[in-house]
């Protein structure tokens, strides 16, 4: 009985708000909040729609698909895929393989051929950087550093 009163009391004091005396101040000066002004809203101009030249879908039961379509600002994007050993259990894998073009600022239109399988995405661009191959060359002695 003892323990479960000297247990409330301490949940009564762990619990209960600390409120200063009304005549003493902190010892710093707390400062005002400063106001947030809100950002204007800036209404962009209006762009009409950009219209769809071309477009073009084939999915079948078989995990294979194609789809194309072309747009009014010039991109072109065209994809194809298959499903790659379709029934072995933890070998299947979605194959894609496309490209996309689209009208550079400078007006030069860029190409980018892709596909992506169980390895992963792979990009090959003339506007792309090329992977550098790594080059080691093992000699049979140890280097000694002075």
Do not use: W
Request: glycine residues 8%.
């Amino acid at each position: 009985m003892k323990i479960a009163l000297a247990l409330c009391a301490l949940v009564v004091c762990v619990s209960a708000q600390y409120r200063p005396h009304p005549g003493i101040r902190p010892p710093h000066p707390v400062p005002a909040p400063i106001p947030i002004q809100p950002t204007p809203y800036k209404q962009q101009p209006y762009a009409p729609p950009i219209p769809i030249v071309r477009q073009s879908q084939d999915v079948n039961f078989d995990g294979t698909f194609q789809f194309s379509y072309e747009t009014g600002n010039g991109i072109v994007v065209e994809q194809s895929g298959y499903l790659k050993n379709a029934g072995l259990k933890d070998q299947e894998a979605q194959v894609i393989q496309g490209s996309y073009s689209y009208p550079g600022p400078n007006g030069q239109v860029y190409t980018v051929r892709y596909f992506a399988d169980e390895t992963g995405f792979h990009a090959d661009g003339d506007h792309l950087p090329k992977p550098v191959q790594a080059t080691y060359r093992i000699s049979k002695e140890p280097q000694r550093f002075a």
